[in-house]
């Protein structure tokens, strides 16, 4: 059948089904602790920490506080993260919120947040991510002019497709580009880091004086300055995505998230003070690109390597969101939540090629249609609602079911925090200034009542889509997988 029901297994019966006597196809455990650790660190350095400064100072009034929220949001993203790690040494399956929603709350939530994900929410961050790479990409040929947008679509699309080749052909590839490129990025981090050292030791400190001067206190603009700031530390939780493609999950998955996040907090802190070192609070807010004008301020004619630095960044930020994106689809469909061509996995390259074409185009038609801003400006109000209710799952493990084998636990106050974290990000926003674009977001999250019903409760699979399936399977070269069970 095109779309298939799976009831929900304990790790006896699936590892029972696996040794039936067949030889499965499966994706391959090839993520160790360094490309775990680029992973993470490589898909939260993005263009935020180039872009997003300038928007925290203006939302919270001076540098101090701004630092603070710029702190805060690390330890959230820190906190965020041990949370996940406890569930993905419960549930050692890939697939992040959506397998943990689908074996704690069950199919409909689960079927909510996959269609909500792979159709809008990670296409869409892809798009973002890849437009921000050709605008960097391509601004050094239109020097003195802003780039025209047929050439940053087109680029844009480019990367897309250069990263959809490098994904499906071999998991080993994809990750030494994260390797290479996270090496990169953090090399212009330590290169701001270091200007901005040398500028505080000739005591150019004048941004810090009087810090706190000017805080601004409402409700709504300290959410808005946490979704700014927490847009940069976004791809804490991308190592959930991939367990099954993790060597030893158990240790490499809270290991690897407490090297990756501090790391990227005080790289984040230390790139803020650098950038405050160079310009006044006035001159950051006026920056169009704060990156940038600190590279025109203290490199002078190097400048340009900042431009290069953010383009690295952004393409390995793409990467990192395109190999974890693909793997929500390819485990959905897997679980019968999304049509069976979408869970296969090609059968000489082991990569979920299927889940990843898809996911590929359908950001290229949010590049080309170009619609999709309003989407990306209210993607951490969509984020921190299925994050809520994945923490809110891990609450009702640790009370409900404190007997399940776990190699890593986390004390309960931190997910609690978390929780009331995700509740304030999600209903100040609404209650300070309540947008009609959040009422769309949340009628398309519904929308998914019209499929679900139909085609996975009632498991209602037209004939012709059968036929498509068994003509993609053979143009692809694709097969069914089974589960990696650690």
């Known amino acids: 059948s095109t779309m298939r029901e799976r009831k929900t297994t304990d790790p006896v ?6 040794s039936e006597g067949k030889e499965k196809l499966r994706l391959k455990q090839e993520v160790g602790l360094i ?20 928007w925290v100072l203006y939302h919270m009034g001076n540098p101090a506080s701004s630092l603070l929220i710029w702190a805060a949001c690390g330890l959230l993203a820190m906190f965020g993260a041990l949370s996940y790690a406890e569930l993905g040494t419960i549930i050692k399956e890939s ?16 079927f909510l947040f996959a269609y909500t994900s792979v159709i809008l929410v990670r296409p869409a961050g892809l798009a973002a991510v890849c437009l921000s790479f050709a605008e960097y990409a391509i601004a050094p040929f239109y020097p003195g002019c802003s780039s025209p947008q047929v050439a940053v679509k087109c680029t844009a699309a480019a990367c897309i497709l250069i990263l959809t080749i490098i994904n499906c052909l071999n998991v080993r590839l994809a990750t030494s580009v994260m390797n290479i490129f996270t090496a990169a990025k953090l090399l212009a981090l330590l290169l701001i880091v270091v200007g901005g050292l040398v500028l505080l030791a000739k005591g150019q400190t004048q ?5 706190f001067q000017g805080t601004t206190a409402g409700i709504g603009a300290v959410g808005v300055a946490f979704y700014q700031g ?5 791809g804490w939780n991308n190592l959930n995505y991939v367990t099954e493609e993790l060597k030893k999950p158990e240790v490499t998955l809270p290991r690897a998230l407490m090297i990756a996040i501090p790391l990227v907090t005080c790289l984040y802190l230390l790139v803020n003070v650098s950038y405050l070192a160079a310009m006044t609070p006035s001159e950051l807010l006026s920056s169009g690109a704060v990156a940038v004008t600190w590279g025109d301020k203290v490199l002078g004619s190097w400048a340009w390597l900042i431009s290069l630095s953010v383009a690295l960044s952004t393409f390995g930020s793409s990467n990192g969101t395109f190999f974890s ?5 390819y485990i959905a469909a897997r679980e019968g939540h999304m049509p069976d061509i979408l869970s296969m996995a090609h059968v000489r390259c082991l990569t979920p090629s299927p889940a990843l074409l898809f996911t590929s185009a359908m950001s290229l038609i949010m590049i080309i249609s170009g619609s999709f801003t309003s989407i990306v400006n209210f993607f951490s109000f969509m984020a921190w609602l299925f994050y809520g209710m994945t923490i809110s799952g891990l609450l009702y493990l640790k009370i409900k079911k404190p007997e399940l084998p776990r190699s890593y636990k986390v004390p309960i106050i931190i997910p609690i925090i978390v929780l009331m974290a995700a509740v304030y990000l999600v209903l100040a926003p609404i209650i300070d200034q309540p947008q ?5 977001i949340i009628l398309f999250i519904f929308s998914g009542i019209i499929f679900y019903f139909p085609l996975v409760r ?7 889509l059968q036929r498509v399936t068994l003509h993609l399977q053979l143009l692809l070269e694709v097969a069914p997988t089974s589960k990696v069970v650690n």
């Open 13 to 18: 019966h699936s590892s029972a089904d696996l």
């Open 436 to 440: 009609i674009e959040i009422l769309y």
């Open 95 to 110: 697939g992040g919120e959506y397998i943990y929603i689908l074996r704690i709350f069950g199919s409909f939530p689960a």
């Open 35 to 54: 490309s775990a650790v680029s992973l993470i660190a490589g898909t939260m350095i993005g263009s935020g920490i180039f872009m997003s400064p300038e």
């Open 325 to 329: 994106g693909g793997r929500v689809c």
């Open 230 to 234: 927490l847009w940069s530390y976004d």
């Open 207 to 211: 941004s810090f004086q009087n810090g």
């Open 458 to 464: 009632f498991k209602y699979h037209p004939r012709f």
